[in-house]
């Protein structure tokens, strides 16, 4: 039985490694349509003025359920153009590597919208931007941990959302003032959108050049 396991472990291991170049290239769509997503929602939860919390976290929630869905018929989509099993054995350790994190932060999401919580008598979880900068640091451990079946880059662009965000959380727990509205948004919009769009277009052109060569 041990045996098996190993071998199985080894052989999706091996097919992670192979496949890291078509990873990349499936990369580059993935990472500019959740920036497209990002960038919009942002944008348009700014003219709305979208500021309640429990407005603030429904409204951010469906902006990512679109873009999961979004995301995996472009997976989907990947694996039928190369005649593949979408629910791979490498998917699977992909999809284990990335839930701990996203569970926490749905966790984290559920809690604060049952009970938004005051953290020194100055205002609800989006006033206070513990919760978006949350999001993005849990985001951060997400992609970081399923970087290790894929790219490099996976993982320095997890460090990005990590340490930014907890800088921006540090930031904000040391000011006293409260932060216009509009923060919460510009931070989701900034590190969801701007920074997918960023790295997406990186893969975008350095695919092309590696095509071209």
């Not at 509205?181 to 931070?187: E, L, Q, V």
């Amino acid at each position: 039985m041990e045996s098996n396991w190993a071998a199985e472990h080894l052989q999706v291991i091996r097919t992670l490694m192979e496949r890291s170049a078509l990873y990349r290239r499936a990369l580059a769509p993935i990472m500019l349509y959740n920036g497209i997503v990002g960038s919009v929602a942002a944008v348009l939860a700014w003219r709305l003025r979208i500021c309640p919390p429990k407005a603030f976290i429904v409204y951010w929630a469906l902006v990512a359920v679109g873009a999961l869905a979004g995301s995996l018929l472009l997976v989907r989509r990947q694996a039928l153009k190369d005649k593949e099993p979408f629910w791979s054995p490498p998917t699977r350790r992909v999809t284990q590597a990335l839930l701990p994190p996203l569970v926490a932060g749905g966790i984290c999401t559920v809690g604060a919208f049952l009970r938004p919580p005051m953290i020194r008598g100055l205002g609800p979880p989006v006033t206070e931007l513990w919760l978006p900068l949350s999001w993005v640091v849990l985001y951060g451990c997400a992609i970081h941990a399923a970087g290790f079946f894929m790219p490099r880059g996976m993982r320095l662009f997890g460090w990005g959302f990590i340490v930014a965000g907890c800088a921006l959380l540090a930031a904000d727990l040391a000011r006293d003032e409260l932060p216009h509205y509009g923060t919460a948004h510009i931070i989701m919009g900034t590190f969801f959108g701007g920074f997918h769009l960023a790295y997406g277009l990186y893969l975008y052109f350095t695919e092309r050049r590696r095509a071209a060569a």
